[in-house]
């Protein structure tokens, strides 16, 4: 004869939740390998699950459970007489007493299901202490009077153990199974989309965002556009990164990066007037002689510069970029995920974009382009430092002190380089131009500018002291008499720092060039008189 089972539980079958449909489920499994009979309560209308379904009456949602349990019990003893059960498979609630009375009265094997701790939930969802201390009992007797307990997870196994002492071997752990013809995996971007959940975006984040895309293009040009170039760039790559490896939500739209865009181009049109030098760069061709007019004997200085402190000056930038290949090749492997992806990505195209308009001739401002992807490629540099710690398994510790050893240099040879070193070249003594200004430089400016009305010639950073800081608005370039040693007495006025006399390098039509002889003793054999001498700065009429 074919086993019996009467399957309990207090659930409305007519609901779309997740007990129903893990009620129902269970119902089904269990049915196609024994006879089993559900007894639920009598939903508002019937389920297509109805064959071998028993519904009971209840009344008064408020107090469901109590009516569904005594009914129950009416229910239980009519069918127990009628079809003898062999098994009662019970859905542990908050009031299941009827349960183990009928298994106790029929003497029929009594099997709990436990999908979590009741007393828990109570304590969580804030029941009242009387209603608490009931569930407890009722957990409490049925867990005692059951002949075996399923529980789905460990955790419930344990919790049950320690809270109700029930013997380790009455307990078993079934874990909840899915169907995966209801249940199938989905991309959370989709299953969002599917349940209609909007990502909901902090009003906070959304202000400071703008605020900060603001401050960039009333700020600085050239970082505005490298930003607009970056929003494209993270927008564009999640296209084929979902194409090649997994769907994932797009953190950057395009709405953004084209209202950025809009923002900028409309800014330098009616306001700051750089879409004229934008329009005129493009007419050269992005040549590099729209920024600079530098004569080619003075560019072969630095070939005149020695070796080692050559390498010194770039070893740190070259390294720093080698190295953040590894990162980037692993961040947009598959073992990245899409915002490694972007991350990478978006270092390197600044990167690419300074060194290919250096290939090819052309001319971007390529080292603030270099920059920004020192900024950027910071991460993938990061991510290849811990790789290559990591490598052949070795320990934590190794790669810390790895990362110290290998940072702390790198660090060293980076701000020691000139680009970041401005007024320390001890490393760097025939080609760190100092671009900071002592205090007697600044002195002497601010006098020339304040008494002087005549034109004023000094050399290229000098000059741009006098105009641009102190307004004085007879300023002349006085580089090209520095470089053909051919002083004009035009009736301006001439400035000699110390710093170009000493010897040092400086900039001299936007290049490094270093004099190689004294322009005082030019200035004095050529009938110039100096009437100004604060030992750092001389003037001469």
Not at 13 to 33: C, I, M, P, S, Y
Not at 170 to 194: E, S, Y
Not at 229 to 237: K, P, R
Request: with cysteine; proline share 4%.
């Amino acid at each position: 004869m074919e086993m019996k089972i009467f399957m309990l539980c207090d659930v409305w079958l007519d609901g779309r939740d997740a007990q129903t449909t893990h009620v129902l489920e269970l119902f089904k499994n269990l049915g196609k390998l024994r006879d089993t009979h559900l007894f639920a309560p009598r939903p508002k209308k019937l389920v297509n699950e109805a064959q071998n379904t028993i519904f009971v009456p209840t009344v008064m949602p408020i107090f469901k459970s109590a009516f569904y349990q005594l009914f129950l019990f009416l229910y239980l003893i009519y069918y127990c007489f009628k079809l003898s059960p062999d098994v009662i498979y019970g859905r542990l609630s908050n009031l299941s007493f009827s349960f183990f009375f009928i298994s106790k009265i029929f003497r029929i094997p009594y099997v709990i299901e436990v999908n979590g701790l009741l007393i828990d939930e109570e304590k969580m969802i804030g029941r009242p202490k009387v209603l608490t201390r009931l569930t407890r009992l009722n957990e409490k007797h049925n867990y005692k009077q059951a002949d075996k307990i399923v529980a789905v997870t460990q955790g419930i196994k344990d919790g049950i153990k320690e809270l109700h002492s029930i013997p380790d071997e009455k307990i078993v752990v079934i874990p909840n199974g899915a169907n995966t013809d209801l249940f199938k995996p989905m991309h959370q971007v989709k299953a969002k989309k599917r349940i209609k959940i909007r990502r909901n975006k902090p009003l906070h984040a959304t202000v400071l965002s703008i605020f900060f895309m603001a401050t960039l293009i009333l700020t600085h040009t050239v970082t505005a556009m490298c930003m607009a170039i970056i929003l494209f760039v993270c927008w564009a790559v999640f296209n084929p990164y979902n194409t090649l490896f997994s769907k994932t939500e797009i953190p950057i739209s395009l709405t953004i990066s084209l209202l950025f865009t809009t923002a900028m181009f409309g800014w330098w049109t009616y306001a700051s007037g750089h879409i004229t030098t934008l329009a005129n760069l493009i007419k050269w061709g992005f040549s590099i002689d729209f920024f600079v007019h530098t004569p080619k004997e003075i560019s072969k200085y630095l070939a005149t510069v020695p070796v080692p402190e050559q390498i010194f000056n770039n070893v740190g930038m070259f390294l720093f970029f080698s190295l953040s290949f590894v990162g980037i090749f692993y961040m947009i492997s598959k073992k990245g995920n899409s915002l490694g992806f972007a991350a990478a990505l978006a270092g390197f195209t600044p990167l690419a974009l300074g060194f290919f308009s250096l290939i090819t001739g052309h001319s971007i401002i390529e080292h603030r382009w270099w920059y920004f992807s020192q900024i950027l490629l910071a991460i993938p540099l990061a991510v290849a430092i811990i790789l290559i710690g990591m490598w052949n398994g070795r320990s934590s510790r190794f790669v810390s002190i790895f990362s110290f050893v290998f940072v702390v240099p790198l660090t060293f040879l980076m701000i020691m380089s000139p680009p970041a070193n401005v007024d320390n070249h001890v490393f760097s003594p025939n080609s760190g131009v100092r671009y900071a200004y002592t205090e007697s430089e600044m002195d002497a400016a601010s006098f020339f500018a304040q008494n002087l009305v005549e034109t004023i010639s000094a050399d290229w950073d000098y000059q741009n002291v006098l105009s641009l800081y102190y307004h004085h608005d007879k300023v002349h370039l006085l580089d090209e008499s520095f470089y053909t040693k051919n002083f004009l007495h035009e009736g301006s006025i001439k400035i000699i720092r110390r710093e170009i006399v000493n010897n040092r390098p400086f900039r001299l039509l936007a290049a490094l060039y270093r004099l190689d002889y004294n322009p005082n003793i030019i200035l004095t054999n050529s009938g110039f008189n100096k009437i100004y001498d604060c030992c750092t700065v001389n003037r001469y009429l």
